[in-house]
């Protein structure tokens, strides 16, 4: 009991984990009231993903700072690729698309923005080394390419060529596993120094009471194995959801499920900006979206050929194209100099703002 009142003594927003069971009681009691599930499924997910992001900055500390982005990205990500997953067994392959889309601009604009957002308002100017951020900058444009390119081979023509953007999407999804594969190489092992920065000289006690290594991987599986629960009640009551509201599956996709799913990494690399640990919170909130483009995105397109009803392409709409170049192009602007400061988050989550009431303007 002890252990378990350590545990969530660290995890932001702990008590909303009540929302849980509240949400299993309610899926299963109340079937007539789809929206009221859906919305506490996305009450639980939060939690749960905070959680998740606790449980690998501890992780992250114990192997060490240079892994430590990537590590919170990594496992940080975990909620979109279930809740994909999940929408992807149901055939819901809008939704799926819609929430890969929003999970990249959210990371880019919304995260990366609160996190400078609330480390400028501690540091005047924060600086960060830029040769890493070009890279995961550059790796970001080669994703938005190859979404382009499938989308509008698919959009100019008729039902064969779609067909055939199908295939193309495999290729290409092969080639972005691998490129992905050999960023880790780069990132993690030959040219590791470049991302690691300087570790500031008050960063001592940071990361909390130490996690032993089984509480800390007991602590993922275990918030896993919920997040799949409540990601299945809530991909169950999504389409009924979006219609009592009047929304569109495009903006559920987009705004509230990768928000929702997003969680961990909000909060992770809000508290590491506001130590002054840039190069990890950078790490964090970009490696994420090149994570969710380069992997997430490719791994469920061959997902698709074995688990799905019918296979998923790398053809988006031309909103969620558009959407991505443009988040890429902003982010790239602002980060290139190597500093941010608090309006710079201003200016990231203002973008973000405005792309979110425009998909709310498309009609469902």
């Given at each position: 009991m002890k252990t378990v009142r350590s545990v969530l003594a660290e995890a932001p927003l702990a008590w909303l984990l009540l929302a849980v069971p509240i949400a299993a009681w309610t899926h299963h009691a109340r079937p007539d009231s789809p929206l009221l599930v859906f919305l506490l499924a996305c009450v639980a997910i939060v939690p749960l993903a905070g959680l998740l992001g606790v449980a690998t900055e501890k992780l992250a500390a114990r192997l060490g700072e240079g892994i430590g982005g990537f590590l919170n990205a990594t496992l940080g990500n975990a909620a979109e690729l279930i809740i994909a997953l999940v929408a992807l067994r149901a055939g819901m392959l809008d939704v799926v698309k819609a929430s890969l889309t929003g999970s990249i601009?959210?990371?880019?604009?919304?995260?990366?923005?609160?996190?400078?957002?609330?480390?400028?308002?501690?540091?005047?100017?924060?600086?960060?080394?830029?040769?890493?951020v070009r890279t995961q900058i550059g790796m970001m444009a080669l994703a938005a390419i190859a979404i382009l390119v499938p989308s509008v081979f698919a959009a100019t023509g008729s039902g064969e060529m779609a067909s055939r953007s199908v295939t193309y999407s495999v290729v290409v999804s092969v080639i972005l596993l691998v490129v992905y594969a050999l960023s880790l190489?780069?990132?993690?092992?030959?040219?590791?120094?470049?991302?690691?920065?300087e570790e500031p000289a008050s960063d001592e006690g940071h990361h909390?009471?130490?996690?032993?290594?089984?509480?800390?991987?007991?602590?993922?599986?275990a918030v896993t194995m919920m997040i799949v629960w409540m990601s299945e009640i809530l991909v169950a009551t999504v389409e009924h959801a979006s219609a009592a509201l009047g929304l569109s599956n495009l903006f559920v996709g987009i705004v509230v499920v990768a928000v929702v799913g997003n969680a961990a990494e909000h909060s992770t690399a809000v508290l590491v900006a506001m130590r002054n640990r840039m190069e990890m919170a950078i790490g964090i909130a970009i490696g994420s979206s090149t994570q969710i483009a380069l992997f997430v995105a490719p791994l469920l397109v061959l997902l698709s050929l074995f688990v799905a009803p019918e296979p998923l392409s790398l053809a988006f709409s031309g909103v969620e194209v558009f959407l991505v170049l443009a988040a890429t192009f902003v982010a790239a602007i602002l980060l290139l100099d190597g500093k941010s400061t608090w309006f710079t988050g201003v200016q990231l989550i203002a973008v973000y703002l405005v792309m979110a009431i425009t998909v709310f303007a498309i009609p469902a």
């Open positions: 601009i959210g990371n880019l604009l919304l995260v990366l923005g609160a996190a400078f957002l609330a480390g400028g308002l501690r540091y005047k100017v924060q600086s960060f080394a830029t040769i890493g190489l780069f990132l993690l092992r030959t040219h590791a120094d470049l991302f690691r920065g909390g009471t130490s996690w032993p290594v089984s509480l800390t991987v007991g602590v993922m599986a």
